[in-house]
């Protein structure tokens, strides 16, 4: 069964801290996994989308890194910020299908 | 101007009506979804068209018909609404289906509560 679980379920860090955020899948075959951010009342905004070939992308403050073989991946958030209390959530798509497994989310607080 | 944009924001109505939310994207996209996100905050697969064509339908309910007039238009219509139905509805567009790192854009929600 295609899956994708994600931890912790809530978390809370001052403001100007380091965070990281899990994400394991059983989604088979593998084709890509990206990382949301949802801000309250919001739709999901990609952050960063990473292929099988890839172990580490970034996108400003975010890094997100991917083991294949494990089939986990992370997020690091750097410096957090007042505006990165949201929820992230990891997404893997399968090859050859035409829908995203979603996680159901990390609910992130910074607090100041 | 707004990429993928849902009407409306917040929708409440009793059970038994039958309600529409319309869905626009001006992106240019073949594909449109549109996604359901319950009480736990998952989000599931509800339908997705390509250029006007349904080319996912996911087990849900027959009072959930999807029309697509045009490839940057799918408008959701459900009837005969309960209250399981209460949830946040997304809507989403991407280039084409299926292609391995093709993003999904979201709309912003269309939170329905059924009283």
């Known amino acids: 069964k295609n899956q994708v679980e994600q931890s912790p379920q809530s978390l809370i860090i001052l403001e100007g801290k380091n965070c990281t955020l899990q994400?394991?899948?059983?989604?088979?075959?593998?084709?890509?996994l990206r990382w949301y951010k949802q801000d309250t009342g919001r739709g999901p905004v990609s952050l960063t989308i990473m292929t099988f070939s890839e172990n580490t992308k970034s996108n400003g403050r975010y890094t997100a890194t991917l083991d294949a073989d494990t089939k986990q991946s992370s997020l690091h958030i750097t410096a957090s910020q007042l505006s990165d209390s949201a929820s992230y959530i990891c997404?893997?798509?399968?090859?050859?299908?035409?829908?995203?497994?979603f996680g159901t989310g990390t609910r992130l607080l910074v607090s100041p | 101007d707004t990429a993928v944009s849902q009407t409306p924001k917040y929708l409440v109505t009793q059970m038994g009506n039958d309600k529409s939310i319309k869905c626009e994207q001006n992106?240019?996209?073949?594909?449109m979804y549109w996604y359901k996100q319950d009480s736990k905050k998952f989000l599931k697969i509800m339908f997705s068209y390509n250029n006007k064509e349904l080319i996912i339908n996911e087990t849900v309910p027959n009072r959930f018909s999807p029309k697509s007039p045009d490839k940057a238009h799918l408008n959701l219509h459900i009837n005969s609404l309960e209250l399981g139905d209460s949830a946040v509805y997304f809507c989403?567009?991407?280039?084409?289906?299926?292609?391995?790192?093709?993003?999904?854009?979201f709309g912003q929600g269309t939170r329905l509560t059924v009283v």
């Open positions: 989403a567009s991407s280039q084409a289906p299926g292609v391995g790192g093709t993003e999904a854009f």
């Open positions: 997404v893997v798509s399968a090859s050859g299908f035409q829908k995203l497994v």
């Open positions: 994400c394991n899948y059983t989604v088979s075959p593998f084709s890509n």
């Open positions: 992106l240019g996209h073949d594909t």
